[in-house]
């Protein structure tokens, strides 16, 4: 039987069209972690999260389509 791999942390950067701000949220959470003003902002944050963490970021447009994303590996 194949070892299970160990999941790696994804953020997504999504637009909160309630409140009109972009959103930085890791996957399976309902809560966002913060949120930005712009996706330009947010995108740092997103992507200094993942390298932390050996995991992946993507940027969702403001249709909610992926339109970017990268993953990061441990050192």
């Not at 942390?9 to 930085?24: A, F, M, Q, S």
């Not at 972690?33 to 932390?52: C, G, H, M, N, W």
Request: aromatic content about 10%.
């Amino acid at each position: 039987m194949a070892d299970k791999k160990e999941m790696k942390p994804v953020w997504h950067i999504t637009l909160d069209k309630e409140k009109g701000k972009w959103r930085v949220c890791r996957e399976g959470s309902e809560r966002a972690s913060i949120l930005f003003e712009t996706q330009k902002e947010a995108v740092p944050y997103a992507r200094d999260l993942a390298k932390k963490n050996s995991g992946t970021y993507y940027i969702h447009g403001e249709n909610g389509k992926i339109r970017a994303g990268k993953g990061y590996k441990a050192d």
